[in-house]
């Protein structure tokens, strides 16, 4: 995947968490209970469904930035 940027090719890897990766709009409040997505996150796509879930996501070093797809 090239950078939209600055069109370098950037780097594949994987978001490692313990519950489905997901990105939070502003203002809204991660739930107490760290294992539950909350209805306002948006799930990331999970490369596989091990113990740790892993999202994919690439990585462009020189503008310091991370791209991960999310789910439909
Ligand atoms: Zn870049």
């Known amino acids: 995947m090239e950078c939209p940027y600055c069109n ?3 780097k594949k890897g994987t978001l490692p968490n313990e519950t489905h990766p997901y990105w939070l709009p502003e ?3 991660a739930p107490f209970f760290r294992l539950v997505v909350p209805k306002a996150g948006v799930r990331l796509v999970v490369e596989d469904s091990a ?3 892993k999202a994919t996501a690439f990585y462009c070093p020189k503008c310091k930035i991370v791209i ?3 789910e439909e």
Request: no cysteine; hydrophobic share 35%.
């Open 68 to 70: 991960a797809r999310t």
């Open 27 to 29: 203002g809204k409040k």
């Open 8 to 10: 370098e090719e950037m």
């Open 51 to 53: 113990v740790w879930q």
